[in-house]
């Protein structure tokens, strides 16, 4: 446990930031309607989901063979539930940005490719939810989370061998 208390913390201190915004997010929203119009709602939505996880991203939990992990899943599938399809489009672009410019890396393609594919998740769902006038409970979110992370293990094998794909996922897996 003591080998991964420098991680749980590092992610519970992102995770807090996220729900900061998402808290302040639908408060904003409860409140006063869309604050803006489609689509300038959504691509201002869409910013700020990318601004988060570009932010959680300056602090990265080192992984093996130069990968890195962080808790920008929940602000880029979040950005698709609460942005629809354009919000995802310009959180992912933003996030994998961030990735590849400033966190770099070796394995830097497979966290672009991770915010491509985050971003079609969360629009996915984001779209499930409208049709099907979910409401964000425990359920649906943990269900947006278990989706995330299955359409996201592709990534883990960009720029790699399987093996060390499987090593990096092997570690990252409780991240997840």
């Known amino acids: 446990m003591d080998a991964l208390q420098p991680t749980i913390l590092a992610l519970v201190n992102d995770i807090g930031l996220l729900a900061l915004m998402v808290l302040v997010a639908g408060t904003v929203r409860g409140r006063y309607g869309e604050p803006l119009d489609p689509p300038w709602g959504d691509l201002v939505m869409g910013l700020a989901f990318g601004a988060m996880a570009s932010l959680v991203m300056l602090q990265p939990i080192p992984l093996p063979h130069g990968a890195v992990t962080d808790p920008r ?94 090593e990096i996922l092997a570690v990252a897996g409780p991240t997840l």
Not at 144 to 162: D, E, H, K, N, R
């Open 73 to 166: 899943a929940g602000p880029a599938l979040l950005a698709g539930v609460f942005a629809g399809p354009l919000g995802a489009a310009v959180a992912a672009a933003l996030g994998a940005a961030t990735r590849y410019f400033v966190v770099g890396g070796p394995i830097a393609l497979g966290g672009v490719v991770s915010f491509a594919l985050y971003g079609l998740a969360g629009a996915l769902a984001g779209l499930a939810i409208a049709r099907r006038g979910l409401a964000l409970d425990v359920p649906v979110l943990a269900g947006i989370a278990l989706f995330g992370t299955l359409a996201v293990l592709p990534a883990f094998f960009i720029s790699v061998p399987p093996a060390v794909g499987l």
